[in-house]
T-cell receptor, first 111, second 114 residues
Framework: DQQVKQNSPSLSVQEGRISILNCDYT??????FLWYKKYPAEGPTFLIS?????DKNEDGRFTVFLNKSAKHLSLHIVPSQPGDSAVYFC??????????FGKGTHLIIQP | ETGVTQSPTHLIKTRGQQVTLRCSSQ?????VSWYQQALGQGPQFIFQ???????GRGNFPPRFSGLQFPNYSSELNVNALELDDSALYLC?????????????FGQGTRLTVV
């Protein structure tokens, strides 16, 4: 039973364009959502988060949108840069049971 | 400020053996969590320690156990290793409980069981 789903295993975007990564969740108890970026042979690096009381959070080139009624969130990266090529994980939190992660989306930025 | 560090970085063990993985949390963080990341999957929550006590556990059998020490560093112990235990084991630390905040991850320990 996958509570956090990232349905796109990979995404290819041209440098300078917008990258949009999507994430769906099923557990209504989740109240905090995070995006992590992971390079090979490294641990996940925190990117941006959003609380369930908000619908948007912005940090530089990264914006996360939350649609609670649809149980959907998305990460927008504008403009996309070659260094953004990595695996992106969506994660959710709802208490003391740690973070629940999706399977990840491999973002490839093409020159 | 030092980040989360894990040791060793790589490890090969034989089925049936026991293994101990270590983690030093980020300065000021008193909560440590462990995750297992199998190939092609997202990290899966194993358990969390706060003030030296287990506080939250995922769907892992009792042969996965842990410790947290007074300096907030932590160990993950796995007994009776199985081939399916081969994975990247990630440690994460976070600020005091009760706050919705990000967890900071170490680089992981790659465990291979043969």
């Amino acid at each position: 039973d996958q509570q956090v789903k990232q349905n796109s295993p990979s995404l290819s975007v041209q440098e300078g364009r917008i990258s949009i990564l999507n994430c769906d969740y099923t557990n209504s108890m989740f109240d905090y959502f995070l995006w992590y970026k992971k390079y090979p042979a490294e641990g996940p690096t925190f990117l941006i988060s959003i609380s369930s009381i908000k619908d948007k959070n912005e940090d530089g080139r990264f914006t996360v949108f939350l649609n609670k009624s649809a149980k959907h969130l998305s990460l927008h990266i504008v403009p996309s840069q070659p260094g953004d090529s990595a695996v992106y994980f969506c994660a959710a939190s709802g208490g003391a049971d740690g973070l629940t992660f999706g399977k990840g989306t491999h973002l490839i930025i093409q020159p | 400020e030092t980040g989360v560090t894990q040791s060793p970085t790589h490890l090969i063990k034989t089925r049936g053996q026991q293994v101990t993985l270590r983690c030093s949390s980020q300065s000021g963080h008193n909560t440590v969590s462990w995750y297992q990341q199998a190939l092609g999957q997202g990290p899966q929550f194993i358990f969390q320690y706060y003030r030296e006590e287990e506080n939250g556990r995922g769907n892992f059998p009792p042969r996965f156990s842990g410790l947290q020490f007074p300096n907030y560093s932590s160990e993950l112990n796995v007994n009776a290793l199985e081939l399916d235990d081969s994975a990247l084991y990630l440690c994460a630390s976070s600020p005091p409980m009760g706050m919705n905040t990000e967890a900071f991850f170490g680089q992981g320990t790659r465990l291979t069981v043969v």
